[in-house]
């Protein structure tokens, strides 16, 4: 049965096997051949020159179809499409020999059964497959958070979507997703037969790796492609003066790291979300993902924690679960909050949840889903600003309100907990690490068995 789990294990099936080529490097292999495979599906084949093509490279053999394909990846880049361009930049291959080419040419087969609407979801599964192997340094955010974020977001269409630190794409994508299934314009528009709206996303990412693998996951979900969906650069560095101000801004700023430019002294997570507050539209709403450290350390960052809800309505606050950005061993919260509409308006009450307390740690075999943060999404309620009426579930629940003059005599820190954790929860994470290493053992064992 090749179900879509299936098809995507037989992709990643040779990751394992090709020595010297680390998950990521793999994976953009995978990347740029898919693209050559599936240009003709998405239209793209009217930008490909016709000496470059999938039919061409596998017609060839040994050190032909090698030296071919790194002919096909360099003037890819050099491609005036620029969201070609984008995802062949700078390539070269990690590729050792003719052999390796031929491993990962012959596993894409397994796609010939997949038709072109679920290749976005083939591709997302092949993100979150990396994002679990322990050599991974794509910092990719667990997809189940990034469409739990969108969901309480609420993006409609019209509205200018912001990413300042893209990575691969994904809540760009959750957000075109979300408003396509959600949209009554779409079904408008299939009775009047007028063509949709251009959705607009402002969305920028400094690593080239990163971008392309974005811009493959927009392509690949069917995302406009007459724009440039993801940009390469720096959001701290660009002319603040050009970015129009967003409707709605998501990101995940737990991977942020510290710019080269000496401007910026400080951790850029609290550069970029200075950024994000100063480019949000007046009742604008942002959800943003940041580190633990970011919401107690003093100086420059409890500046811009003070200025968040001065200027701001933060009006709810998430404590996420030990492990979910395995390997990445980073503690993390949810921001949410609403650009303020008036002078006057501000920060008055925060709810604060906490999702991580006597809870089960995650990891590489116990993945974060939409169920463990069912509970939360209930309290938060239907209203994308957390209008919604909240009641605190008492004193040793995980849903409080703190008012803004407590939060002000505790240095405005927002990393608030107020429950202990239990010896029995120290030992359920014992007996994960333990069945971790237990794991990762018989792989190594089954490993050598077969060689």
């Known amino acids: 049965m090749n179900t879509i789990t299936d098809i995507v294990q037989k992709l990643m099936a040779p990751a394992k096997h090709l020595h010297g080529v680390p998950i990521h490097a793999y994976l953009t292999e995978l990347t740029w051949l898919l693209f050559l495979k599936t240009a003709p599906a998405f239209k793209e084949a009217a930008h490909v020159p016709t000496h ?50 031929t491993q990962v040419i012959t596993v ?100 080239l790796v990163r971008q392309r693998l974005g811009l493959m996951n927009c392509l690949l979900h069917q995302m406009d492609y007459s724009s440039m969906p993801i940009q390469w650069g720096d959001s701290l560095l660009s002319d603040k003066q050009t970015w129009p101000l967003a409707d709605v801004i998501l990101s995940v700023l737990v991977f942020a790291s510290e710019p080269a430019d000496e401007l910026y002294k400080h951790d850029v997570s609290v550069a970029l979300l200075q950024h994000i507050y ?42 996420l679960p030990k492990g979910i950005f395995y390997p990445h061993k980073v503690l993390a919260h949810v921001l949410f909050f609403k650009k303020a509409d008036t002078k006057n308006e501000k920060t008055e009450t925060v709810w604060f949840y906490d999702s991580r307390t006597n809870l089960p740690t995650f990891g590489q075999y116990l993945h974060l889903t939409r169920e463990h943060l069912k509970p939360f999404e209930i309290v938060y309620g239907d209203d994308p600003l957390g209008q919604t009426t909240r009641v605190a579930d008492g004193e040793n629940g995980r849903w409080h309100s703190i008012s803004r003059d407590s939060l002000s005599k505790q240095g405005d820190r927002l990393d608030l907990c107020w429950l202990q954790e239990t010896d029995e929860n120290i030992v359920t994470e014992d007996i994960w690490e333990m069945l ?5 053992e018989l792989e190594l064992l089954t490993d050598i068995l077969r060689e």
């Open 278 to 319: 100063k480019t949000l539209k007046p009742g604008g709403r942002a959800a943003v993902v940041l580190p633990d450290k970011m919401l107690k350390a003093t100086g420059p960052a409890q500046q811009v924690r003070t200025t968040l809800l001065d200027t701001c309505v933060l009006h709810t606050v998430l404590r």
């Open 52 to 101: 470059l093509t999938w039919e061409i490279l596998t017609h060839k053999s040994g050190i032909e179809q090698y030296e071919y394909y790194q002919k096909v990846i360099k003037e890819l880049g050099q491609n005036r499409n620029h969201c070609i361009a984008g995802i062949y930049a700078d390539a070269r291959t990690s590729l050792k020999n003719p052999e390796q080419l």
């Open 108 to 207: 894409l087969a397994a796609i010939d059964i997949v038709s072109i609407d679920e290749l976005g979801e083939v591709y997302e599964m092949l993100l979150e497959n990396c994002a679990h192997a322990e050599e991974n340094n794509l910092y990719i955010a667990p997809r189940s958070l990034v469409d739990f974020i969108t969901i309480l977001t609420q993006p409609q269409s019209g509205e200018l979507i912001q990413d300042p630190l893209a990575g691969t794409a994904s809540l760009v994508v959750a957000a075109d997703q979300y408003i396509k299934m959600t949209s009554d314009e779409i079904f408008e528009i299939s009775l009047n037969k007028q063509k949709p709206k251009k959705q607009q996303f402002i969305a920028i990412e400094p690593n």
């Open 436 to 440: 971790y290493k237990t794991v990762e």
